[in-house]
């Protein structure tokens, strides 16, 4: 682990390589797992605003599962999206090939709002813990993304470049900066 500023980071965003590979999973990690996407507090409000926007892009289940739980859940103190009876997460759409998408982003990609999808959703394969004096930058290993492994290991693009635009999204452009100054470092 090293130390970017405030955040404590693991090697492994530097050392493993990931690309998602959609065609083999068709997004399993939005419909497999025990919870919804983490959600930060600033978030939810922007779920609030957007989700008039957003629902007509939803499935029926989606919209059902909402209306009956809310935008997101509490859980253990944490907030995350609505599931549909325990599984797929409430703003899961299926494309013609019956892969998941997101129905927020996808209403981002039609310009129909201005912010993509919760940031947990966008990092993925990293994960972010929130302490009090720092945040700790991890990766997430989980055998339904081996194919992204696989992907990401023949492309030879390390999880970092691969979540570049949610890391800066979430720590900045001089964070990435360092963080690719490091791995620069690291690698030779």
């Known amino acids: 682990m090293f130390q970017l500023g405030k955040t404590i980071v693991s090697e492994d965003i530097i050392e493993k390589e990931f690309v998602c590979n959609l065609n083999a999973c068709k997004g399993t990690c939005c419909i497999d797992g025990e919870a919804g996407a983490p959600l930060e507090e600033n978030e939810l409000q922007i779920l609030l605003d957007i989700y008039p926007k957003v629902k007509p892009f939803l499935r029926e289940e989606g919209i059902a599962a909402i209306e009956d739980q809310g935008l997101f859940i509490t859980s253990d103190g944490e907030y995350e999206t ?10 899961v759409i299926f ?12 209403a981002y990609n039609q310009g129909v709002i201005k912010w993509k999808k919760p940031i947990s959703c966008h990092l993925y394969p990293v994960r972010i813990m929130e302490y009090s004096e720092f945040s700790a930058v991890n990766y997430h290993s989980w055998p339904i993304c081996d194919d992204a492994c696989a992907l990401g290991k023949e492309l030879q693009v390390p999880v970092y ?9 979430k720590f900045g452009k001089d964070w990435y900066a360092e963080l690719e100054k490091v791995a620069e470092t690291y690698n030779k």
Do not use: H, P, Q
């Open 82 to 91: 609505t599931l549909i009876d325990g599984k797929d997460c409430a703003y």
């Open 161 to 169: 470049k691969f979540v570049k635009e949610a890391l800066i999204r």
């Open 95 to 106: 494309d013609e090939n019956n892969i998941t998408k997101c129905g927020i982003e996808e």
